[in-house]
Nanobody, 112 residues
Framework: VQLVESGGGLAQPGESLRLSCAAS????????IRWVRQAPGKGLERVAV????????HYEKPVKGRFGISKDNGKNFAFLLINNLRPEATALYYC??????RGRGTQVTVFS
């Protein structure tokens, strides 16, 4: 199993970023994908999850309405669109399987 995140970077409040997760080594369309994040000095926090088929999604309350999770089963990619970035979104973002397997993460830093 391999999960590789990309797309993070520096952004100003109000901007958007799209994070990508390239997956390999397992039947991607059969697995739900979760995005989690770890802010400086804090523990892992769940952000959103999407089912294997890419039809059902769930968002945690702090991000609901501003984040969008999706997956492309034909290309084995998952995505997290972050709109209207806020400073509290600064964190290392990981894509993960629901058993906890995750990649190395991509850093999002929001500064003004």
């Amino acid at each position: 199993v391999q999960l590789v995140e990309s797309g993070g970077g520096l952004a100003q409040p109000g901007e958007s970023l799209r994070l990508s997760c390239a997956a390999s080594g397992f039947p991607f369309s059969r697995y739900a994908i979760r995005w989690v994040r770890q802010a400086p000095g804090k523990g892992l926090e769940r952000v959103a999850v999407i089912d294997g088929g890419g039809q059902e999604t769930h968002y945690e309350k702090p991000v609901k309405g501003r984040f969008g999770i999706s997956k492309d089963n034909g290309k084995n990619f998952a995505f997290l669109l972050i709109n209207n970035l806020r400073p509290e979104a600064t964190a290392l973002y990981y894509c993960a399987l629901t058993d906890g397997t995750r990649g190395r993460g991509t850093q999002v830093t929001v500064f003004s």
